[in-house]
């Protein structure tokens, strides 16, 4: 009997369990309904008496048998909550006008957002008129208003209140529009209040010095998992090197904690039945303190499999324990099969421990170099396709950059660690290693300047493209000969696609497209081989990211209306990952304080600012800007009524583009201003001022587009604005009704789609 075989023998149970978990967890949480109560506890049951048959069996059980087990058992639990999923999604769609009443634990700091102070908390309980709400995972609470951030409850305070819940089922958001309706409470949580006493003890640690409070800041995110004290442009800056992973606790920092554990114990000259115990007892709780992130549980878990196998003087296959830890992951708690972090850990870990040393092996260096550039080639190309799935962007210069990261983490996380454990003792010894630290991460940032210059946003992976992979993937991760054909299959598929991205150009007719941003305004404008956006909405991503299908390469101009989020929080983004001529923007908005992330992006990325007033024209090839407001002086106090209106001139029509001006700017401009066009785009996302009749004669428009976004708060567009366009027989699409819609010039006319 060979090696090979024997392991596929070996591990045949444990890849029963938990594809059939896989998949009895993803249908469990894409089920559109809810079934009968009791047929939730039948398939648990079923499940567990399948497995006790498959177990008495043993290697003589199908595989049929282990798959099945598995899905019963997992999918029974997962149907079993997703009542209250349902209850929560029903919560949610009401938005404010249902007030729950919230007992919570908050887990971790502050940080201030447009509307007020956000932290993440943990629901103990809370109660919708008198019915108890289902259980709410990691949740982020919001405090409107202006408050001192020293009212604000602490990790570990236990507080209660009236709040409303907005977001998704996935990750609800805790909203309440004033500090008094939350009070804080006598009651502590332990483990949060511990997290945040090791932040403030190793934040106090730095002092005042700038680069100790950068590098405790680091510290905190490494060793406690507290990413929240760092700051978001931080954060976006470690995303796009493609380092994002070193701030997630994972397998490596549960290493180093491992290791410092048997050390230790080891110079105290402790046996190693009491060392394995230690650890064994170490894992888990590191994981708790670093916030049990599925990366960290995961780790731990994987850990403490080993540990505890060698305890009992058995050894265990790697891939053994990458299965039976994501197999209990997913039996304890089904709707991880939807969470990113899952997924992302699972996968890289079972690739690694699959491929890494066969790679290693073919490459013909010494086998520190080999398995350095062997582990993040696999891990590129295992994620790559995952990363483009749920964030929609790749860094081909991250495999680059995560050459040196293994060699540079690990002593950065010791130090981390170090630093936390020491920072109650002793500042001093805690500031000499924060000095350790930061001569580490400027290294580190050093490494990740190839992602940083080569940010792209790819097109949505195609259902079938997406099945492909996964198949592919799952043979290349069995044991045996067909894995090096699955292998093979997934890095071709995986080619063609990104081959076919950047070689093969679409065609774009001459067209106006609005782009279905959750909220605000991101709209396409096409002539010819002309390409330009009018705002980007109010994610940072999610115009580029629907822009991606088109593979725009260039844009010979980005307009920015004026400064609110929903209007210019996609802009910087688009910036950096596409090659963009000019910004324009009105004169007023290039020294306005809320533009200043927009403008710093643009000439961070050779991007030509071009200021505009009231009679400005902008010539690009085939297409012309003219811009009709806002003046040069005398300008609004309000800053929609200072947005830049500006017709759009082509060969083939005219659109004008209104952004937020209310009805008072209106019939100024239709008063004074030639506003004729072939398609409007309506002001201010439809509200019940905007599109007033004034407005409407002026422009002579055959067609209009109304900018409201599925997710606005206001219901936008108003039932007035479309009676008034109705009555002038204009025909209109909205992202709102139509998803991704506009006008196209099309057989010598102007014509509306979908």
């Not at 800007?625 to 309000?638: C, G, H, K, T, Y």
């Not at 700017?665 to 009749?693: K, M, N, Q, Y």
Request: glycine share 8%.
């Amino acid at each position: 009997m060979t090696g090979g075989s024997s392991e596929s023998r070996a591990l045949k149970p444990l890849w029963g369990l938990t594809l059939g978990a896989a998949a009895g967890s993803g249908i469990a949480v894409a089920v559109p309904t809810v079934g009968p109560g009791p047929l939730h506890l039948m398939m648990v049951v079923a499940g567990t008496l399948l497995f006790a048959i498959a177990v008495c069996q043993g290697q003589h059980a199908p595989i049929v048998l282990w798959l099945t087990a598995g899905f019963a058992m997992a999918g029974g639990h997962g149907l079993h909550t997703a009542a209250g999923r349902h209850e929560l999604a029903h919560l949610i769609d009401l938005d404010d006008r249902v007030w729950i009443r919230a007992r919570l634990v908050v887990t971790e700091g502050w940080t201030e957002g447009r509307w007020g102070w956000r932290a993440r908390v943990r629901v103990l309980d809370a109660q919708h008129a008198h019915v108890r709400v289902p259980k709410l995972r990691r949740c982020r609470l919001e405090i409107r208003g202006n408050l001192n951030p020293g009212e604000l409850p602490r990790p570990g305070d236990v507080v209660t209140g009236l709040v409303s819940i907005r977001g998704s089922p996935g990750s609800p958001l805790l909203v309440t529009n004033s500090r008094r309706t939350i009070k804080t409470t006598s009651e502590v949580q332990p483990l949060p209040a511990l997290r945040g006493l090791l932040a403030n003890e190793i934040l106090g640690s730095a002092g005042t010095d700038a680069d100790r409070i950068r590098s405790a800041e680091l510290a905190a995110a490494l060793s406690l998992g507290r990413r929240d004290l760092l700051p978001p442009t931080r954060r976006e800056d470690w995303r796009r090197s493609g380092l994002a992973h070193v701030l997630a606790v994972s397998g490596l920092h549960v290493g180093l904690v491992a290791g410092m554990t048997w050390l230790l114990l080891s110079v105290g000259g402790a046996s190693p039945t009491t060392t394995r115990i230690v650890i064994l007892i170490a894992l888990p709780t590191y994981a708790l303190l670093a916030g049990a992130s599925p990366s960290a549980v995961r780790a731990a878990l994987m850990g403490s499999i080993f540990v505890g196998a060698r305890l009992l003087g058995r050894a265990i296959v790697p891939m053994a324990a990458v299965l039976l830890a994501a197999f209990l992951l997913l039996l304890s708690d089904p709707s991880l099969i939807a969470e990113v972090s899952f997924q992302l850990t699972v996968l890289l870990t079972a690739a690694l421990v699959r491929w890494a040393p066969s790679l290693s092996a073919t490459i013909p260096l010494p086998r520190w170099l080999a398995a350095a550039i062997a582990v993040p080639v696999i891990a590129q190309f295992a994620a790559a396709p995952l990363v483009a799935l749920h964030f929609g962007t790749a860094i081909p210069g991250a495999a680059a950059a995560n050459f040196l990261v293994p060699w540079l983490l690990g002593p950065v996380v010791l130090c981390s660690v170090a630093a936390t454990a020491v920072a109650p003792l002793s500042s001093a010894a805690a500031g000499w290693l924060l000095d350790l630290i930061d001569l580490g991460s400027q290294t580190l940032w050093i490494a990740g300047t190839p992602g940083r210059s080569a940010e792209l946003i790819p097109p949505p992976l195609p259902i079938g493209l997406l099945a492909c992979l996964v198949i592919f993937g799952l043979v290349a991760l069995l044991p045996g000969r067909p894995a090096k054909a699955g292998a093979v299959a997934y890095t071709a598929t995986v080619a063609a696609f990104a081959l076919w991205w950047l070689v093969i150009p679409p065609s774009i007719e001459t067209e106006v497209e609005l782009l279905p941003v959750s909220h605000g305004l991101a709209l396409r404008i096409s002539s010819e081989e002309t390409h330009m956006l009018m705002d980007g909405g109010g994610s940072r991503r999610e115009a580029a990211q629907l822009l991606a299908p088109i593979r725009i390469r260039r844009l010979a101009a980005v307009i920015a209306s004026h400064g609110d989020e929903d209007h210019i929080a996609g802009l910087t983004t688009i910036l950096r990952t596409t090659d963009v001529d000019a910004l324009v923007v009105p004169a007023w908005l290039a020294t306005s304080r809320e533009a200043v992330p927009l403008l710093r992006a643009a000439r961070r990325n050779d991007v030509r600012i071009v200021p505009v007033v009231r009679g400005s024209r902008l010539d690009l090839d085939g297409a012309a800007i003219e811009v009709l407001w806002p003046p040069s002086n005398d300008l609004p106090a309000d800053e929609n009524e200072r947005s830049l209106v500006a017709r759009l001139v082509t060969d083939r029509g005219e659109v004008l583009l209104t952004a937020d001006i209310g009805d008072a700017i209106e019939r100024r401009l239709a008063a004074t201003t030639d506003l004729e066009c072939s398609v409007v785009i309506i002001p201010h996302h439809g509200s019940r001022h905007s599109a007033s009749p004034a407005l409407l004669d002026a422009t002579t428009a055959r067609f209009a587009l109304i900018p409201a976004g599925p997710e606005n708060l206001h219901h936008h567009p108003h039932p007035e604005v479309i009676e008034r366009l109705d009555e002038r027989r204009i025909p209109f699409r909205t992202p709102i009704r139509d998803g991704r819609c506009g006008a196209r010039w099309k057989d010598g006319q102007w014509r509306l789609y979908p």
